[in-house]
Every structure is written in C-alpha cells, then in structure tokens.
C-alpha cells in the first residue's frame, strides 16, 4: 500500500474527517464491502478470543444486561448472547447492522443502529456490562474523550465495563486505527469507576502483537 492507494478504511476516513464527520466513514466502508469492493478489515468469523476467555471466567449475575459497542456484523455480539446475558448490540453503519441481521436470523441480540457519540437517551446508566472492543481506536484522537465519556455514561451503577484495544506507546497521529496508549486506557477511569485490571495480551494470531485488556467497575451508587 502506498500513499497514492491507501486502504480503504483510511480513504473514507480521510473523507469524513475532511467532512468533520468522526463516524461518518464507517457505513461508506460497510456499503462497499456489501457491494464485493471493499472488505471490512477487523470482520472476522469467531469472536474476539480476548472477549471469549475474560467472559468465560466472569462471574456475572443472571439476567445480566450487556451491550457491545460497534457491533459490525455481530459476532462477539453473539458469543456474548450464548453466555445467558441479555444482548443489544450496536453500530453506528446500518448496513453493518443488516449484515449482522442476516447474518444470524434467529439471533436473541438486540441489534440497534446508533451513534457512540449520541447513543438513545434511553441507555443512560441502562447496563450491567459494557463491551468496548477496538471501537474508541477506530474515531480519531480528538473526539476520544466525548467517546469514552459516552461509554461511562452506558454503565449501570455496579456495572463491569471490558475495553479491547490496540497497544501504541505514543499517541497516534495517523489512522485509523489510532491505537491506545496506557494513559488512553488510565482515562477511562473516574470517581465512580474503579479500574480493576488492565492487561497486555497476545492477540490470539499471526501479528505477534499484543492488546490491552482492561476491565472496570463503576461504584453501586453513582457520582453524578
């Protein structure tokens, strides 16, 4: 790849932040992928092996409400739904949501397409867990705050909130992704959420990289 053919996630992304629109790439992607001239690079056919082995050793009470944020065609979504948790699933691209619905026809998921940066009013403070997977990596570094914000605002008071992400020692500058810093991942904390554990763990393939695996938890009343 070179800077006169750049991928093209980066092409679109280009295009929307040029248009000051941070999500607005995202179904541009989704639409060529479904019209066979693009791919959806982080479209994969099982879950998230980092989701898979935190959620098979967490101790989460029945009736659990999860949500995953920017859910693509849905397949964390639904390894999250087959471990009894209650599923909505979002993306802000509704052809990603179409692609999830089809997908899995007969699937207990919610799916919703909704915005991260102006999600429902409806899901303030509505949820007991909360899946952040390469998404906040995916919207460039200006907007990271109001997103992580937004993410906070989802939990539920005694909620758990499980954040994927890359790994960057340096904040990054040219995406996407624009991949965490361990500050990145120190700022979701706030005075009702507790970070509990934050991990760097193999990615599961053939990159030989690593990610940050972080998981939180907010206080049984809230700060606000």
Not at 39 to 68: C, E, F, K
Not at 70 to 97: L, N
Request: with cysteine.
């Amino acid at each position: 790849m070179t800077d006169a053919q750049p991928s093209a996630d980066r092409r679109l992304a280009a295009q929307a932040l040029a248009a000051n629109d941070p999500t607005g790439w995202f179904e541009p992607l989704y639409a060529e992928a479904a019209a066979g001239t693009s791919v959806v690079p982080w479209d994969r056919d099982v879950p998230n092996p980092l989701l898979v082995d935190w959620l098979r050793t967490a101790s989460l009470p029945q009736g659990t409400r999860g949500l995953v944020i920017g859910c693509g065609y849905g397949t964390d979504a639904e390894f999250v739904a087959s471990q009894g948790i209650r599923t909505t699933a979002f993306d802000v691209s509704p052809t990603a949501i179409r692609g999830a619905r089809a997908r899995f026809p007969h699937s207990p998921v919610t799916y919703k397409v909704a915005d991260l940066l102006n999600p429902p009013p409806a899901w303030r403070h509505a949820f007991d867990l909360v899946i952040e997977s390469i998404t906040v990596q995916s919207l460039p570094p200006d907007v990271r705050t109001p997103a992580i914000t937004s993410i906070r605002d989802l939990l539920a008071p005694g909620a758990t909130l499980l954040v994927i992400a890359d790994i960057s020692k340096t904040p990054a500058t040219v995406g996407p992704p624009w991949p965490l810093t361990r500050g990145d991942i120190d700022s979701f904390t706030a005075p009702d959420l507790a970070q509990i554990r934050v991990e760097s763990v193999p990615r599961h393939d053939a990159s030989g990289l690593n990610r940050w695996r972080a998981e939180f938890h907010r206080l049984s009343q809230n700060a606000d």
